[in-house]
Antibody
Framework: EVQLVESGGGLVQPGRSLRLSCEVS????????MHWVRQVPGKGLEWVAG????????IYADSVKGRFTISRDNAQNSLYLQMNSLRLEDTALYYC??????????????WGQGTVVTVSS | SYELTQALSVSAALGQTARIPCGGD??????VHWYQQKPGQAPVLVIY???MRPSGIPERFSGSSSGDAATLTISRVQVGDEADYYC?????????FGGGTKLTVL
């Protein structure tokens, strides 16, 4: 069964850091690009970052550029999101999602259930 | 900056056809993808590359795109189709989602 399981969310103060993880199973991880997408409860989807299968292409939304770093470990079947200098507006449910292709330019065909990040003092 | 515009809500009678629009400058020249999200659940891809259906998605779901508009069409709407629907495109080294449309089945 294809599965994406996020972890690492929690309550953190503004300005602090948090690292999210996404463990995948049921498919060949290094055949696919991966993404992080977030959603404030009751609001729409916001794409955060994407990484190609071999990490050669990495892209970020302007809202997180310079603060967040996406990475992957193909040997560990894991995707990561290092979030630094967190802001109140980063509070959201964070999903990891699989790209249809090895790149980061296609649709997202598999999604995890998400991990909640709350930034609050 | 590029934006995708979606109506806040669309309604359709049970068994009829629902059409959910997504507007954007020359969006017809891009691959448009559509997601369905039910309350408390992760999004599900229902249409990719304008009009392709992933396995497991009913044939009642279809997509089209031309000019400045893309449309997700749901035929023979069912109560279980009530959800938020998001369009998405790739633009200028970035991924963009529309604001989402809530489909209500009457």
């Amino acid at each position: 069964e294809v599965q994406l399981v996020e972890s690492g969310g929690g309550l953190v103060q503004p300005g602090r850091s948090l690292r999210l993880s996404c463990e995948v199973s049921g498919f060949t991880f290094d055949d696919y690009g991966m993404h992080w997408v977030r959603q404030v409860p009751g609001k729409g989807l916001e794409w955060v970052a994407g990484i190609s299968s071999t990490s050669t292409s990495i892209i970020y939304a302007d809202s997180v550029k310079g603060r967040f770093t996406i990475s992957r470990d193909n040997a560990q079947n894991s995707l990561y999101l290092q979030m630094n200098s967190l802001r109140l507006e980063d509070t959201a449910l964070y999903y990891c999602a699989r790209d249809l292709e090895m790149s980061v330019t296609d649709a997202f065909d598999i999604w995890g259930q998400g991990t909640v990040v709350t930034v609050s003092s | 900056s590029y934006e995708l515009t979606q109506a806040l809500s669309v309604s359709a009678a049970l068994g009829q056809t629902a059409r959910i629009p997504c507007g954007g400058d020359n969006v017809g020249s891009r691959d448009v993808h559509w997601y369905q999200q039910k309350p408390g659940q992760a999004p599900v891809l229902v249409i990719y590359r304008d009009n392709m259906r992933p396995s497991g998605i009913p044939e009642r779901f279809s997509g089209s795109s031309s000019g400045d508009a893309a449309t997700l069409t749901i035929s023979r709407v069912q109560v279980g189709d009530e959800a938020d629907y998001y369009c998405q495109v790739w633009h200028s080294n970035s991924v963009l989602f529309g604001g989402g449309t809530k489909l209500t089945v009457l």
